[in-house]
């Protein structure tokens, strides 16, 4: 008895991928190759990261900490960066004092005004400049930048919160001051950032 020949059907494929001919095919050839490209993204992303410095945890100071040690700041940090944490106050139209000479690249640190200052303690509305100075630490900086808007003392976001101010004590620029003013100029903190104390 002869069988009956018969004829294989077309098997369908159960990837759609497998038939790039088609639409769904192509997509998903498509979405596959983003795929990958974003993991091999992430992947030289992460090994060039491996390769770069990191940016150690900076020493937090307090105000109150620098004035009761007994020893200057720029003899017991230094020039290293530090987080230095207090209340910041700034007296512009009303300071009394010189602007640092005309020779700009040391007037930004030996000037009087205006003063900026950071204190242990919040400061209240009527403080002197002669309190600010005894009680704070003078801040400064090349461009000016680092500081919140200047307010009336005991005023504005300035004082309803404590800062941290990112910088440095015992610039290089202090050796450029007046002889007068050089153990200021180093004693004053150079800031180059600042931001809200987050507990």
Not at 9 to 15: N, Q, T
Not at 30 to 42: C, E
Request: charged residues 20%; aromatic residues 6%.
């Amino acid at each position: 008895m002869v069988e009956p020949v018969t004829h294989d059907e077309p098997v369908e494929h159960d990837s759609l991928a497998a038939t790039p001919r088609t639409e769904q095919g192509r997509e998903r050839l498509l979405w596959t190759a983003v795929v990958v490209g974003v993991g091999l993204l992430v992947f030289a992303l992460m090994v060039v990261s491996s390769f770069l410095p990191t940016r150690p945890d900076l020493q937090r100071v307090s105000v109150d900490d620098v004035l009761t040690s007994g020893t200057a700041p720029a003899e017991r940090f230094g020039d290293h960066e530090l987080r230095l944490v207090g209340w910041f106050v700034t007296v512009d139209k009303a300071c009394q004092g010189d602007t640092g000479g005309a020779d700009a690249s040391v007037a930004w640190l030996q000037r009087d005004c205006p003063l900026r200052v950071v204190l242990a303690d919040r400061p209240t509305p009527g403080m002197s400049q002669q309190q600010l100075e005894a009680q704070g630490i003078r801040l400064s900086s090349p461009t000016g930048e680092a500081f919140p808007p200047a307010t009336p003392i005991g005023s504005g976001t300035a004082a309803m919160e404590q800062l941290v101010f990112v910088g440095h004590f015992d610039d290089a620029t202090a050796a450029d001051c007046v002889p007068e003013r050089e153990d200021r100029c180093r004693n004053t903190f150079v800031a180059s950032d600042y931001d809200p104390l987050v507990y």
